[in-house]
């Protein structure tokens, strides 16, 4: 099975900044990589797909880059309603994997 | 609109047994291959199976492989789990999942989740 390391597990930033994740493949899954969002007692919801391409509606300040192993998810300007873990996914192989979950906070 | 409806979870002991079903609606069914995907109490997600339109293509995490079923009625637009030789770690919500079209293992639709509870 292909290993999904997501880091860091949770991070505190303010209104406005920068965030960055990052996943980490254990092999290489091309560019077959998403990202979702989930809120507390919510199923999650998907927000890139392709690695880079943004699901339509979502704001475009979520964004991804990457491909082979190293790929990394970014909210340009964070907002109080991006409050949620995110989960990075691969589905280069059929059983598919997910990372462990970032969990992001307002500081 | 896209509706997929989670039901049959509940309580049940060690080594017992549940089938899940998702109604599904809003689209047509038997056009998408669908997915399991539990999520332990406070914990990740975690991908549990996932069935091609026709039933072609079925696939199990190693963890439930060989206890879990996977199967669909596309004549009555819902999905299934069969689960048997349930563990306390089984303990979860399971969400029925969607995926999109052309795009096997992007998930863009989720249920609302059903809990199952293994314990005595």
């Known amino acids: 099975d292909i290993q999904m390391t997501q880091s860091p597990s949770s991070l505190s930033a303010s209104v406005g900044d920068r965030v960055t994740i990052t996943c980490q493949a254990s092999q290489d899954i091309s560019n077959y990589l998403n990202w979702y969002q989930q809120k507390p007692g919510k199923a999650p919801k998907l927000l890139i797909y392709d690695a880079s391409n943004l699901e339509t509606g979502v704001p475009s300040r979520f964004s991804g880059s990457g491909s082979g192993t190293d790929f990394t998810f970014t909210i340009s300007s964070l907002q109080p309603e991006d409050i949620a873990t995110y989960y990075c996914?691969?589905?280069?192989?059929?059983?598919?994997?997910f990372g462990g979950g970032t969990k992001v906070e307002i500081k | 609109e896209v509706q997929l409806v989670e039901s049959g979870g509940g309580l049940v002991k060690p080594g017992g047994s549940l089938r899940l079903s998702c109604a599904a609606s809003?689209?047509?069914?038997?056009?998408?291959?669908m997915n399991w995907v539990r999520q332990a109490p406070g914990k990740g997600l975690e991908w549990v199976s996932s069935?091609?339109?026709?039933?072609?293509?079925?696939y199990y995490a190693d963890s439930v492989k060989g206890r879990f079923t996977i199967s669909r009625d596309n004549a009555k637009n819902s999905l299934y789990l069969q689960m048997n030789s349930l563990r306390a770690e089984d303990t979860a919500v399971y969400y029925c999942?969607?995926?999109?079209?052309?795009?096997?293992?992007?998930?863009?639709?989720w249920g609302q989740g059903t809990l199952v509870t293994v314990s005595s």
């Open positions: 999942a969607r995926d999109s079209s052309g795009y096997l293992g992007v998930v863009d639709y």
């Open positions: 996914q691969q589905y280069d192989n059929p059983l598919l994997t």
């Open positions: 069935i091609s339109s026709s039933s072609s293509y079925i």
């Open positions: 809003g689209f047509t069914f038997s056009s998408y291959s």
